[in-house]
């Protein structure tokens, strides 16, 4: 696997950022992109072996075209990003918001695997970063659970209609990452201990948990058409 070149859209920080890491230490060649160039800088002083940084805007199809036109060919795409809109009780969620959970993330995800084709090795991978609100009947998600579902649904599809190319995707639960930065402190600890003693794991998901998830889609050339919800059991309920 040392001679191979992942691309991680949304790298970072959190998921992503994990995942460059995993990968880097395992040999791979990795470019990390994201929206903001200050964090791709931390980045990088965060991660040994070298990742090659890109600034991209993944909402942006035409952003996105030319970053694959300037990477060149490459060999396993992990799209890493999120979005934070369209949570709420369905009876109060702005449709607005939820119309934004699907632009920030559902959109996106689809342009930049379709983007990517030309570029991707046959015998690569696409990994998608869904969430656990796409497969558990969690009140007050009906919103952003919507938008993760729909990047659910293009796993089975596009493994089978983009074949020898795999196509896999995980879906976290809670994970400690700055997706939560808009909660305040004492907010987020009272959240994480709430979610932890939902959790048959007893605890809240870390990045690297969901990093070496995405690394064994990776590196494993049977699997294809998976869904991998690592959420330490939390759909299971209490």
């Not at 160039?37 to 890109?54: C, K, M, S, T, Y």
């Not at 596009?158 to 995980?170: K, S």
Request: some cysteine; overall charge neutral; aromatic content about 8%.
């Amino acid at each position: 696997m040392s001679s191979q070149h992942a691309v991680i859209i949304g790298g970072s920080s959190g998921i992503g950022l994990a995942t460059a890491r995993q990968l880097l230490s395992s040999g791979f060649k990795v470019t990390i992109t994201g929206r903001n160039e200050q964090r791709l800088n931390v980045a990088r002083g965060v991660l040994d072996g070298g990742p090659h940084l890109i600034t991209m805007d993944a909402a942006d199809p035409e952003s996105s075209r030319n970053t694959f036109s300037q990477i060149g060919k490459f060999d396993h795409l992990i799209l890493a990003f999120g979005s934070a809109k369209g949570g709420g009780p369905f009876s109060t969620v702005s449709l607005n918001d939820v119309r934004m959970g699907f632009e920030e993330k559902f959109f996106p995800h689809f342009a930049c695997a379709q983007a990517s084709i030309p570029f991707l090795h046959q015998k690569g991978s696409i990994t998608f970063v869904s969430a656990v609100t796409a497969h558990a009947a969690m009140p007050g998600t009906a919103g952003i659970g919507a938008a993760n579902a729909a990047v659910a649904a293009l796993v089975p599809i596009l493994a089978a209609e983009l074949r020898p190319l795999r196509v896999n995707g995980v879906s976290p639960g809670v994970i400690d990452t700055p997706w939560w930065d808009f909660l305040a402190e004492g907010d987020r600890h009272s959240i994480f201990s709430d979610y932890a003693s939902q959790t048959p794991v007893g605890r809240v998901g870390q990045p690297e948990d969901v990093a070496q998830a995405i690394a064994f889609l990776i590196s494993d050339s049977f699997m294809s058409g998976h869904m991998i919800i690592c959420d330490g059991g939390l759909r299971l309920g209490k």
